[in-house]
Nanobody
Framework: VQLQASGGGLVQAGGSRRLSCTASGNTIAIENMRWYRRPLGKEREWVATITRRGDTNYADFAKGRFTVSRDNTKNTMDLQMSGLQPEDTAIYYC???????????WGQGTQVTVSS
């Protein structure tokens, strides 16, 4: 399985941005998909999870502002972000597990910069 993230860019505070993650390879084996982010100089942190059937879970900072969605027919996962603030500036990564359910698979990351 391979993941490709896209959609990052510069956005003003209060604005919105939609990130996408496209999976390729053995996509039938993909169960949960996740978004993580790494703010500059900080540790990577979990953002949201979506299961294959569409159940979602969010980090506290994402609740009410971010929405994760998934299209299994297109092998894509999106993250719609609204009400963005400078503290949301980070590299955003999509993640899943490989067919062995153990190997971590990461997308290359996409930079989101929120200006004040």
């Amino acid at each position: 399985v391979q993941l490709q993230a896209s959609g990052g860019g510069l956005v003003q505070a209060g604005g919105s941005r939609r990130l996408s993650c496209t999976a390729s390879g053995n996509t039938i084996a993909i169960e949960n998909m996740r978004w993580y982010r790494r703010p500059l100089g900080k540790e990577r942190e979990w953002v949201a999870t979506i299961t294959r059937r569409g159940d979602t879970n969010y980090a506290d900072f994402a609740k009410g502002r971010f929405t994760v969605s998934r299209d299994n027919t297109k092998n894509t996962m999106d993250l719609q972000m609204s009400g963005l603030q400078p503290e949301d500036t980070a590299i955003y990564y999509c993640h899943t597990k490989g067919p062995d359910r153990a190997t971590d698979v990461w997308g290359q990351g996409t930079q989101v910069t929120v200006s004040s």
